[in-house]
């Protein structure tokens, strides 16, 4: 049963990591640096990564313990912390995500309007351009 505990505490440290690291880049998105988001998303996919490993190894460990029947009130009591904690991490997790996608969603947004700006500039400059060519030569030799 220990090895059960281990690998619950084991996942909400990297769950922990993956808020913490969100957390710093929430503050970079506010200030609408996103040069690293890249390194972000491949960062989230390592974290959840791991986490998903654990749960396979806690799936496989927990299942030789299907049978017992009484815990121990010490493990019970770490097992139900274990897992308080995570439910705790994750509705964190899940909120500071909806803000992320938002300042992304706003950044989007942005560019999208300064593209419409820009094309719009260049249907008017387009309106300045001669149609046909100039009948007047210019000689150079002069």
């Known amino acids: 049963m220990d090895r059960v505990i281990d690998l619950l505490q084991q996942k909400n440290h990297y769950l922990e990591k993956f808020l913490l690291m969100s957390e710093a880049e929430l503050l970079n998105f506010e200030n609408k640096d996103f040069g690293n988001l890249e390194s972000f998303y491949t960062c989230r996919d390592k974290i959840l990564n791991i986490v998903n490993h654990l749960d396979k190894e806690f799936e496989k460990t927990s299942a030789q313990y299907n049978d017992v029947t009484t815990l121990a009130a010490d493990k019970r009591s770490k097992i139900?912390?274990?897992?308080?904690?995570?439910?705790?991490?994750?509705?964190?997790?899940?909120?500071?995500?909806l803000k992320l996608i938002s300042c992304?969603?706003?950044?989007?947004?942005?560019?999208?309007?300064?593209?419409?700006?820009?094309?719009?500039?260049?249907?008017?400059?387009?309106?300045y351009k001669a149609s046909r060519p100039s009948e007047h030569n210019l000689n150079e030799e002069v």
């Open 80 to 97: 139900e912390r274990a897992i308080s904690r995570k439910s705790e991490i994750v509705s964190q997790i899940l909120e500071l995500d």
């Open 104 to 127: 992304i969603e706003a950044e989007k947004s942005a560019i999208i309007r300064e593209l419409r700006g820009v094309n719009a500039g260049r249907k008017v400059l387009d309106g």
